[in-house]
């Protein structure tokens, strides 16, 4: 989705250009036969077009620019506008071809010339995908959009103009639709047996996220890891959602939680910052069970180096209020017979930090039985811990059970989990 190149341009435009044949009038009188079928040129326009052809094509442009200026002097009809629009497109293609023209100057007869009824329809399609060239490199977004979009329309076939529009929408503002143009090249890439690149997933995420376009940064976020789930992937997807300032969703640091705890099932956890900073929150949220686990990986795997002072601190601290908590069995009692379920859901994420899936997931739906819960964080956390266990239909269906926003979106990207783990 680069700059147009000036001289590439001229250069196809000179091998394709206006197909023109203006004949002397002893000529035209000569073939009858063809008298009324080609364009009717007076003789105060004829003979200039006929000098102006043969000097561009022996590259005299100062006397086709004399033999243009008798045409542009002369010409009063349709077919006479057309004929002095397609030489001077001739003259300025062979101008910007040896470096002497301009777009500006260009655009004069593209201009004139898709406005004109006598303009073959063959051609309109390439002279409005130059104007959004020209556009392109102007700037002006909304106009290459439209000129693309006409091009489009005409039938013209060229391998960049579909991106071309999605970047004119998207720069011009009309993100919906850019992406439904980036869908038919991701669905003609695909149809033609190619695999889209990366780039078209991430070039929308970006653009819908600089935009502050949340929901269709989320739907971009899901197709990318439905045809690219490697485990960056995801932990980028996962970051842009919600780990992020600047992110599709502000979340809480349970709701951080519930991504990290997606990444690590994932195996998607990065670098030290992302186990420690996982340790920390889960710790902070009374879950030193899971900032125990977290820390633990993290340094079993190498992630978290063996010095780090700051995940000693916390692993420490943990391991305190683990043994301050004593034994869960007995928690387990007392929220089983509590009167509503909020001891049920805060000792479920307990067991859930033990690793204990099976203890954690019956004791969310006691949670959820009981009431006077968050609904959506505690089937949340349940679709987590069936998920763990392996149960994936459960999980779900306790994921779709998710009503409430940023939740419901976060959730939505578990369900994709369920579908696209990282692979690779």
């Known amino acids: 989705m680069k700059s147009f190149t000036n001289a590439l341009f001229a250069a196809a435009l000179l091998a394709g250009g206006a197909s023109l044949a203006v004949q002397p009038a002893a000529a035209q009188k000569k073939d009858k036969k063809a008298e009324g079928a080609g364009l009717k040129l007076s003789k105060e326009v004829q003979g200039p077009a006929a000098a102006a052809q043969t000097a561009i094509a022996a590259n005299d442009l100062a006397t086709a620019e004399a033999s243009l200026a008798q045409i542009d002097a002369a010409a009063k009809t349709d077919d006479e506008r057309y004929i002095a629009a397609a030489l001077r497109l001739n003259v300025e293609a062979k101008k910007i071809a040896a470096n002497q023209g301009s777009d500006a100057a260009l655009a004069v007869p593209l201009k004139a010339l898709v406005s004109n009824p006598k303009t073959p329809p063959a051609d309109l399609g390439r002279y409005n995908y130059e104007l959004g060239r020209i556009a392109t490199n102007a700037k002006d977004n909304a106009g290459a959009a439209q000129y693309f979009a006409a091009a489009q329309a005409a039938g013209y076939s060229n391998p960049n103009m579909t991106l071309q529009l999605v970047k004119s929408k998207a720069d011009a ?146 391991n305190k209020s683990i043994s301050n908590e004593g034994s869960l069995s007995g928690l387990e009692t007392r929220a089983n017979a509590a009167a509503n379920g909020k001891l049920a859901a805060s000792t479920a994420d307990a067991f859930f930090g033990t690793g204990d899936y099976a203890k954690a997931a019956g004791l969310y739906r006691t949670a959820l039985q009981k009431g006077q819960v968050d609904a959506d964080a505690v089937n949340t956390r349940l679709g987590i811990a069936l998920a763990y266990s392996g149960d994936k239909a459960g999980a779900r269906t306790a994921f779709e059970g998710v009503k409430g926003q940023p939740r419901a979106d976060l959730a939505g990207l578990w369900i994709e989990y369920l579908d696209h783990p990282p692979v690779g």
């Not at 899901?222 to 992110?247: C, I, M, Q």
């Open 173 to 318: 503002g009309d993100l919906a639709g850019a992406s439904a143009e980036m869908d038919k090249v991701i669905a003609a890439q695909a149809a033609a047996g190619q695999k889209p690149g990366e780039d078209l997933y991430r070039y929308m995420i970006a653009k819908s996220n600089q935009k502050r376009n949340g929901a269709l940064t989320y739907t971009w976020l899901k197709k990318y890891v439905e045809a690219y789930p490697t485990a960056k992937n995801w932990r980028d997807v996962v970051t842009t959602f919600g780990l992020t300032s600047g992110g599709v969703a502000t979340l809480d640091k349970g709701q951080k939680v519930d991504l990290f705890r997606l990444l690590r099932h994932g195996k998607a956890l990065a670098d030290q910052y992302d186990y420690e900073i996982y340790g920390q929150y889960a710790f902070d949220l009374g879950i030193p069970w899971e900032a125990k686990t977290v820390l633990s990986q993290g340094t079993s795997s190498g992630k978290i180096p063996a010095g780090s002072a700051n995940a000693t601190s916390l692993l420490a601290a943990s």
